[in-house]
């Protein structure tokens, strides 16, 4: 698209309207205002069926041409796409921001995507539409055109008009072969027969001697990446220090088939060394296992939301962790879907770019690469990876190290526990909040005792663990002897405070419990003895023994 000659013909309509809008912005313009255009906007393209709608800076309503001095180096312009990535569903932004010379004026046309179809767009969790020229919510009736729309169209199947083969890399293609063989060990005769594109068809990345989506990500040249446009064909590697400051950091794009290779190189997966007692762990480990990686770097391949126009984010921490980032819902909903089912995915957001990639041997369809990952650091006694499903993304983190070498000895004396129970017992040891159900299923097999959000090991455990005084110090003393102290405390001194028992009591009730919680419950106890009229509170605010008694 010549930009400059499109602009020209957006300026030659007679008027504004759902898919067009002008602003004079001489210098300053509101960073929400801006979000809420492009929240509009973008959700107006969709509605349409358009590629993009515009918004002009430096352009008056009548259509003159003013001029505008927003934002006047190209860096702090360009910023902007972040700016609104942070605040928009799923983090989509601009397609891009245009600098131009009109009748020897600055003028500013951002570029704007159509919502993915099924998914509004709102800024900052509010959703605006246009109606004519003017910026207003966006309807009930509008967002529940946009939401009923098909879903299910395969993005990765798409024809890119004007690609042909040699926008594909002979690089990518030459190894796309060599995977394909190993993995289609019967076809190795008659694949000598094949010219590229037959090989290239019968891999499932092109149709029909036609170039896809999917040839592109996979296979295409790095310069090829604008046939894909919305959709943007890059994974960011970032490396931060232990406190997260980043420290390196690159860039990969398509071919994703060989990229992948470059960026497993770039992580570092250095040996981690147990040091506990005795021979129950070995000396050394790989922090993560090479199938974990690979596992989750195709995983947010196969299944990012390109619709959304975002970024795949490889995040490595040197204290020992991996995170992953992909745009997009989670399909299965929960990842113990995923764990119990055991089994192929009914549906893929990107099936032909799924079955192109199980054609190549990069995944496979039967189900079990999460789960895998979920034992793999079961048998290392590493934390279990971590699932955040929120805002349209889908987030992991692989930890590349023990957290709490107590709970590890706990796992290792304990080997009959299924993948269900150790899921669960990771929470526990992450502090993460538990369910009614689960908690109800780890205190009817006697795994934990106490009262959420205060739960601690069992009995059962910590006999099996020699942690029995550990036990006893995250359990405390019972009601009822917190009741026998104060009651021998009050025959003996006739009257004391609250601050008087809580220096009796604090240290001796359970350790799972903050200073806060500990004060409330002495607080707890004394209301509940004045209650069954065994103390009092008279005008000094001092306890004393019932006269009752």
Not at 200 to 206: D, E, F, G, P, R
Not at 244 to 271: A, G, M, W
Not at 279 to 307: M, S, W
Not at 454 to 463: E, L, P, Q, R, Y
């Amino acid at each position: 698209m010549n930009i400059q000659k499109h602009i020209q013909t957006l300026l030659s309509q007679n008027s504004e309207n759902e898919l067009l809008e002008f602003k004079e912005v001489k210098t300053t313009f509101s960073s929400k205002k801006l979000g809420q255009y492009f929240s509009a906007l973008s959700n107006e393209a969709n509605l349409k069926s358009k590629q993009q709608s515009w918004l002009l800076f430096g352009v008056g309503d009548n259509k003159e041409i003013i001029g505008s001095a927003f934002r006047n180096t190209e860096k702090s312009l360009q910023g902007l796409k972040q700016e609104i990535a942070e605040q928009t569903t799923g983090g989509i932004s601009f397609i891009d921001i245009h600098t131009l010379i009109i009748e020897e004026k600055r003028v500013i046309a951002f570029q704007i995507p159509p919502a993915p179809q099924g998914i509004p767009i709102a800024f900052k969790g509010h959703y605006y539409a246009r109606n004519n020229e003017s910026l207003v919510a966006l309807s009930i009736e509008k967002q529940e055109r946009i939401r009923s729309q098909d879903i299910h169209n395969d993005w990765s199947d798409e024809i890119c008009e004007g690609a042909t083969i040699e926008d594909l890399s002979e690089e990518a293609i030459e190894k796309a072969k060599t995977l394909y063989a190993r993995k289609h060990l019967d076809k190795e005769e008659e694949m000598s027969t094949w010219d590229t594109m037959t090989f290239l068809n019968k891999s499932k990345v092109t149709k029909n001697g036609k170039i896809t989506n999917t040839a592109i990500l996979l296979l295409g040249k790095p310069e090829s990446e604008h046939f894909i446009a919305p959709a943007i064909a890059k994974i960011s590697w970032i490396l931060k220090d232990k406190d997260n400051i980043e420290k390196d950091y690159q860039h990969f794009t398509c071919p994703f088939l060989l990229s992948v290779t470059e960026l497993f190189y770039k992580i570092r997966n250095l040996k981690y060394r147990y040091y506990s007692d005795g021979t129950l762990f070995p000396e050394e480990v790989e922090q993560y296992t090479p199938e974990t990686i690979r596992e989750a770097i195709n995983n947010c391949i196969a299944h990012q939301d390109y619709r959304l126009s975002g970024k795949i984010n490889v995040v490595e921490n040197e204290s020992g962790g991996l995170v992953f980032a992909n745009s997009g819902s989670f399909i299965p909903k929960t990842i113990e879907n995923v764990i119990h089912a055991d089994a192929p995915s009914e549906y893929y957001r990107n099936r032909f770019l799924v079955d192109a990639m199980v054609s190549l041997n990069m995944i496979d369809t039967i189900g079990s690469g999460i789960k895998k990952m979920f034992v793999a650091q079961k048998k290392k006694f590493f934390p279990l990876p971590d699932y955040e499903l929120e805002n349209n993304r889908v987030q992991l983190t692989i930890t590349g190290r023990v957290l709490d070498i107590n709970y590890a000895r706990k796992l290792a004396q304990l080997p009959d526990l299924n993948l269900d129970i150790i899921i669960l017992l990771d929470k526990v040891q992450k502090k993460k909040t538990l369910s009614k159900e689960e908690l109800k299923i780890l205190k009817q097999k006697k795994l934990i005792e106490g009262r959420s959000p205060n739960i601690f090991v069992s009995s059962k455990i910590a006999s099996i663990t020699n942690e029995k005084a550990e036990y006893i110090k995250n359990k405390g003393i019972e009601d009822e002897y917190c009741q026998k102290i104060i009651m021998d405390y009050l025959k003996k001194f006739k009257i004391g405070k609250k601050q008087d028992f809580d220096e009796i009591l604090l240290d001796k009730l359970s350790s799972v419990l903050d200073e806060r919680q500990k004060k409330d419950k002495v607080k707890n106890i004394l209301q509940k003895m004045k209650k069954a009229r065994g103390i009092e509170l008279n005008n000094h605010r001092e306890w004393r023994l019932s006269k009752d008694r």
